[in-house]
């Protein structure tokens, strides 16, 4: 059973950044699109950023030129750079894996880090 794990939530003023990572494991890395999402309360889980195994990214409008995601295919690490953080980014972060089997997509989830924005 893959298994991810997040840290490096926390309580960031506005303006400021944090690193979200994401250790993965009982995985194929390298078959997998890596992925952050995340929700707020009431809200419905959004795409944050996701990255290929060959290191294409593709990020929600809201986070471009902010957040950067990166992987370490080598040691099953994907990461999270959030800089100039808005009280809009508060959520509950989710790092995902997917790949796919005959039947299609399979998404693995970790169990969330929180990360609180004070205006």
């Known amino acids: 059973q893959v298994q991810l794990v997040e840290s490096g939530g926390g309580l960031v003023q506005a303006g400021g950044s944090l690193r979200l990572s994401c250790a993965a494991s009982?995985?194929?890395?390298?078959?997998?699109?890596m992925g952050w999402y995340r929700q707020a309360p009431g809200e419905q889980r959004e795409l944050v950023a996701t990255?290929?195994?060959?290191?294409?990214?593709n990020y929600a409008d809201s986070v471009k030129g902010r957040f950067t995601i990166s992987r370490d295919n080598a040691n099953n690490m994907v990461y999270l750079q959030m800089n100039s953080l808005k009280p809009e980014d508060a959520a509950v972060y989710y790092c995902?894996?997917?790949?796919?089997?005959?039947?299609?997509?399979?998404?693995?989830w970790g169990q969330g880090t929180l990360v609180t924005v004070s205006s």
């Open positions: 009982r995985i194929i890395f390298s078959r997998n699109i």
């Open positions: 995902n894996a997917r790949t796919w089997s005959a039947t299609g997509a399979l998404d693995a």
């Open positions: 990255i290929t195994p060959g290191g294409t990214t």
